[in-house]
């Protein structure tokens, strides 16, 4: 069992950057595969980085590619979403999510556990 929370969000302003952190309570961290997610107002949650358990092998989608930076510190049992040149429409609710089978793919259905989000909002 993982228990997730996110940090790191705020206001800034486009051309901005911000750094989101996911720290990570329970055992098997370094074994999970990671993920971040975000949801707009009134549309369906999104990928937007995973990172498998190796820490090796990095997806994004096309609408970060880029721009953000998917990390991870087992040590510290954190994921990270270095986020720059945000744009308004990168405005969302972000989520972080583990994979208990250490892949850490694009589909929803592939994470186990979610954390409850993170406001980001990026002003024009």
């Known amino acids: 069992q993982v228990q997730l929370v996110e940090s790191g969000g705020g206001l800034v302003q486009a051309g901005g950057s911000l750094r989101l952190s996911c720290a990570a309570s329970g055992r098997g961290f370094g074994s999970y595969g990671l993920g971040w997610f975000r949801q707009a107002p009134g549309k369906e949650r999104e990928f937007v980085a995973a990172i498998k358990w190796s820490g090796t092998i990095t997806t994004y989608a096309d609408s970060v590619k880029g721009r953000f930076t998917i990390s991870r510190d087992n040590a510290k049992k954190t994921v990270y979403l270095q986020m720059n040149s945000l744009k308004p429409e990168d405005t969302a609710v972000y989520f972080c999510?583990?994979?208990?089978w250490g892949n850490g793919g694009g589909l929803r259905s592939e994470y186990d556990y979610w954390g409850q989000g993170t406001q980001v909002t990026v002003s024009s």
């Open positions: 999510a583990a994979d208990q």
